[in-house]
Protein backbone atom coordinates (compact mmCIF):
# COMPACT_ATOMS: atom_id res chain seq x y z
CA UNK A 1 0.00 0.00 0.00
CA UNK A 2 0.99 3.59 -0.37
CA UNK A 3 0.84 6.55 1.75
CA UNK A 4 -2.05 8.83 0.89
CA UNK A 5 -0.97 12.18 -0.14
CA UNK A 6 -1.26 14.05 -3.70
CA UNK A 7 1.26 15.93 -5.89
CA UNK A 8 0.62 19.35 -5.41
CA UNK A 9 1.40 22.29 -8.45
CA UNK A 10 -0.24 24.04 -10.56
CA UNK A 11 -3.98 23.96 -10.90
CA UNK A 12 -5.83 20.88 -8.88
CA UNK A 13 -3.28 18.35 -6.87
CA UNK A 14 -2.46 15.67 -8.67
CA UNK A 15 -3.44 12.01 -6.59
CA UNK A 16 -0.30 9.66 -6.09
CA UNK A 17 -2.57 6.87 -5.26
CA UNK A 18 -4.19 7.75 -8.91
CA UNK A 19 -0.41 8.30 -10.61
CA UNK A 20 0.15 4.80 -9.03
CA UNK A 21 -2.58 3.43 -10.12
CA UNK A 22 -2.70 3.96 -13.31
CA UNK A 23 0.98 2.95 -13.74
CA UNK A 24 0.00 -0.43 -12.16
CA UNK A 25 -2.62 -1.15 -14.81
CA UNK A 26 -0.53 -0.12 -17.47
CA UNK A 27 2.29 -2.34 -16.86
CA UNK A 28 -0.55 -5.19 -15.61
CA UNK A 29 -1.65 -4.74 -19.44
CA UNK A 30 2.09 -5.46 -20.66
CA UNK A 31 1.99 -8.52 -18.41
CA UNK A 32 -1.02 -9.73 -20.25
CA UNK A 33 0.14 -9.25 -23.53
CA UNK A 34 3.67 -10.74 -22.67
CA UNK A 35 1.84 -14.05 -21.63
CA UNK A 36 -0.51 -13.91 -24.50
CA UNK A 37 2.31 -14.19 -26.54
CA UNK A 38 4.50 -16.67 -24.79
CA UNK A 39 1.04 -18.60 -24.90
CA UNK A 40 0.80 -18.31 -28.92
CA UNK A 41 4.67 -19.33 -29.21
CA UNK A 42 3.98 -22.70 -27.33
CA UNK A 43 0.87 -23.64 -29.38
CA UNK A 44 2.59 -22.71 -32.86
CA UNK A 45 3.81 -25.92 -34.48
CA UNK A 46 6.24 -22.89 -37.09
CA UNK A 47 9.45 -23.13 -35.44
CA UNK A 48 10.03 -19.72 -37.28
CA UNK A 49 6.64 -18.15 -35.58
CA UNK A 50 7.75 -19.90 -32.32
CA UNK A 51 10.61 -18.22 -32.35
CA UNK A 52 9.64 -14.96 -33.92
CA UNK A 53 7.03 -14.45 -31.20
CA UNK A 54 9.21 -15.12 -28.16
CA UNK A 55 11.48 -12.67 -29.60
CA UNK A 56 8.84 -10.21 -29.58
CA UNK A 57 7.51 -11.24 -26.48
CA UNK A 58 11.52 -10.65 -24.99
CA UNK A 59 11.18 -7.36 -26.37
CA UNK A 60 8.08 -6.28 -25.07
CA UNK A 61 9.07 -7.32 -21.42
CA UNK A 62 11.26 -4.33 -21.27
CA UNK A 63 8.27 -1.68 -21.95
CA UNK A 64 7.20 -2.16 -18.27
CA UNK A 65 10.25 -0.65 -16.92
CA UNK A 66 9.76 2.43 -18.85
CA UNK A 67 6.95 2.90 -16.62
CA UNK A 68 8.07 2.06 -13.30
CA UNK A 69 10.65 4.78 -14.31
CA UNK A 70 8.33 7.16 -14.46
CA UNK A 71 6.89 6.66 -11.46
CA UNK A 72 7.31 9.90 -9.49
CA UNK A 73 10.70 9.67 -6.97
CA UNK A 74 9.92 8.07 -3.65
CA UNK A 75 11.15 10.80 -1.30
CA UNK A 76 9.73 12.94 1.26
CA UNK A 77 11.86 16.60 0.13
CA UNK A 78 14.30 16.35 -2.32
CA UNK A 79 15.80 13.95 -5.08
CA UNK A 80 18.79 13.82 -7.48
CA UNK A 81 17.58 15.17 -10.85
CA UNK A 82 20.80 13.34 -12.62
CA UNK A 83 19.76 9.58 -10.85
CA UNK A 84 15.75 10.06 -11.82
CA UNK A 85 17.29 11.65 -15.55
CA UNK A 86 19.30 8.54 -16.11
CA UNK A 87 17.49 5.79 -15.31
CA UNK A 88 14.15 7.15 -17.66
CA UNK A 89 16.90 7.71 -20.35
CA UNK A 90 18.28 3.93 -19.45
CA UNK A 91 14.96 2.22 -20.01
CA UNK A 92 13.90 3.94 -22.70
CA UNK A 93 17.23 2.76 -24.29
CA UNK A 94 16.90 -0.68 -23.82
CA UNK A 95 12.66 -0.83 -24.42
CA UNK A 96 13.58 0.74 -27.94
CA UNK A 97 15.87 3.19 -29.08
CA UNK A 98 19.14 0.46 -29.11
CA UNK A 99 17.08 -1.83 -31.55
CA UNK A 100 16.14 1.09 -33.97
CA UNK A 101 20.28 1.88 -34.03
CA UNK A 102 19.86 5.06 -31.89
CA UNK A 103 22.53 6.54 -29.47
CA UNK A 104 21.42 8.96 -26.69
CA UNK A 105 23.59 10.87 -25.04
CA UNK A 106 22.95 12.38 -21.23
CA UNK A 107 24.46 15.65 -20.36
CA UNK A 108 23.89 16.67 -16.94
CA UNK A 109 25.03 17.04 -12.96
CA UNK A 110 23.69 16.22 -9.93
CA UNK A 111 21.02 18.96 -9.24
CA UNK A 112 18.44 18.59 -6.66
CA UNK A 113 15.42 19.40 -6.93
CA UNK A 114 11.77 18.82 -5.06
CA UNK A 115 10.72 15.29 -6.12
CA UNK A 116 7.65 17.07 -7.44
CA UNK A 117 9.48 19.14 -9.66
CA UNK A 118 11.66 16.49 -10.79
CA UNK A 119 8.71 13.82 -11.81
CA UNK A 120 7.43 16.52 -13.84
CA UNK A 121 10.59 17.30 -15.75
CA UNK A 122 11.29 13.61 -16.01
CA UNK A 123 7.64 13.50 -17.80
CA UNK A 124 8.47 16.27 -20.07
CA UNK A 125 12.07 14.50 -20.90
CA UNK A 126 10.68 10.92 -21.77
CA UNK A 127 8.06 12.76 -24.71
CA UNK A 128 10.50 14.91 -25.99
CA UNK A 129 12.79 11.95 -26.17
CA UNK A 130 10.08 9.86 -27.95
CA UNK A 131 9.18 12.32 -30.40
CA UNK A 132 12.98 12.76 -31.39
CA UNK A 133 12.78 9.81 -32.52
CA UNK A 134 10.15 9.60 -34.03
CA UNK A 135 10.13 12.76 -35.62
CA UNK A 136 13.29 13.90 -35.38
CA UNK A 137 14.73 10.95 -36.75
CA UNK A 138 11.45 9.58 -38.28
CA UNK A 139 12.27 6.07 -36.93
CA UNK A 140 15.52 5.69 -38.31
CA UNK A 141 19.17 5.46 -36.73
CA UNK A 142 20.76 8.54 -35.48
CA UNK A 143 21.88 10.14 -32.42
CA UNK A 144 19.65 12.08 -29.26
CA UNK A 145 21.50 13.95 -26.84
CA UNK A 146 20.05 15.19 -23.79
CA UNK A 147 21.50 18.49 -22.58
CA UNK A 148 20.43 19.38 -18.80
CA UNK A 149 22.39 21.99 -16.90
CA UNK A 150 21.39 24.99 -14.10
CA UNK A 151 22.76 28.27 -14.78
CA UNK A 152 22.59 31.66 -14.00
CA UNK A 153 19.17 31.78 -12.09
CA UNK A 154 17.26 28.75 -14.84
CA UNK A 155 17.61 25.16 -15.26
CA UNK A 156 18.03 24.66 -19.26
CA UNK A 157 17.27 21.50 -20.99
CA UNK A 158 18.10 20.77 -24.53
CA UNK A 159 17.22 17.82 -26.44
CA UNK A 160 18.55 17.37 -30.02
CA UNK A 161 17.92 14.75 -32.80
CA UNK A 162 20.46 14.41 -35.71
CA UNK A 163 18.20 13.18 -38.76
CA UNK A 164 15.81 14.20 -41.10
CA UNK A 165 13.57 16.21 -39.05
CA UNK A 166 10.07 16.20 -39.80
CA UNK A 167 8.96 19.13 -42.01
CA UNK A 168 6.19 21.59 -40.44
CA UNK A 169 6.35 20.88 -36.50
CA UNK A 170 2.85 20.28 -36.60
CA UNK A 171 1.39 20.13 -32.54
CA UNK A 172 0.14 17.18 -31.38
CA UNK A 173 -1.27 15.42 -28.07
CA UNK A 174 2.55 15.30 -27.23
CA UNK A 175 3.20 18.41 -27.67
CA UNK A 176 0.22 20.25 -25.99
CA UNK A 177 1.01 18.14 -22.79
CA UNK A 178 4.65 19.12 -22.49
CA UNK A 179 3.33 22.48 -22.80
CA UNK A 180 1.20 22.48 -20.01
CA UNK A 181 3.72 20.37 -18.01
CA UNK A 182 6.41 22.80 -18.22
CA UNK A 183 3.81 25.69 -17.92
CA UNK A 184 3.07 24.04 -14.23
CA UNK A 185 6.25 24.82 -13.44
CA UNK A 186 6.46 27.84 -14.66
CA UNK A 187 8.73 27.79 -17.71
CA UNK A 188 9.16 27.92 -21.39
CA UNK A 189 8.62 25.71 -24.14
CA UNK A 190 10.28 25.84 -27.89
CA UNK A 191 10.60 23.41 -30.86
CA UNK A 192 13.31 23.76 -33.71
CA UNK A 193 13.08 22.24 -37.29
CA UNK A 194 15.49 22.24 -39.78
CA UNK A 195 17.03 19.89 -42.71
CA UNK A 196 19.57 17.94 -39.76
CA UNK A 197 17.34 16.98 -37.38
CA UNK A 198 15.12 18.55 -34.51
CA UNK A 199 15.80 20.66 -31.44
CA UNK A 200 13.65 21.17 -28.47
CA UNK A 201 14.29 23.94 -25.36
CA UNK A 202 12.69 23.81 -22.37
CA UNK A 203 13.54 26.57 -19.60
CA UNK A 204 12.36 26.60 -16.10
CA UNK A 205 13.18 28.85 -12.92
CA UNK A 206 16.03 26.63 -10.94
CA UNK A 207 15.13 27.29 -7.75
CA UNK A 208 14.67 23.74 -5.57
CA UNK A 209 11.14 24.68 -3.93
CA UNK A 210 8.62 22.98 -5.59
CA UNK A 211 6.00 20.37 -5.48
CA UNK A 212 5.87 17.80 -3.02
CA UNK A 213 5.25 14.27 -3.23
CA UNK A 214 4.23 11.97 0.29
CA UNK A 215 7.04 9.50 1.05
CA UNK A 216 6.13 5.08 0.26
CA UNK A 217 5.11 3.55 3.44
CA UNK A 218 6.36 0.38 3.24
CA UNK A 219 4.60 -2.06 0.82
CA UNK A 220 2.90 -5.18 0.92
CA UNK A 221 2.86 -5.20 -2.59
Known amino acids: MLASGTIAGAGSPVSFNLVEEINHRVVNEYSEA ?30 PETHRALIPPMVADHANLA ?15 ADRG ?7 EDIMMSAGT ?34 EGQLTC ?3 AD ?3 AGGGIPGRGQRLVRSLVAELGGEMDWFFNPE ?14 PEIPR ?6
Open 102 to 108: VHLTLKI
Open 216 to 221: RAPSGR
Open 118 to 151: CWRIGLVVAELVRNSARHGLKGEAGRIIVDIARR
Open 163 to 165: GAA
Open 34 to 63: IAMLSIAAARTSSGDAREALRDTADRVRDH
Open 158 to 160: LVS
Open 83 to 97: DYIATICRTYVKATL
Open 197 to 210: GALALFRLPSGDSG
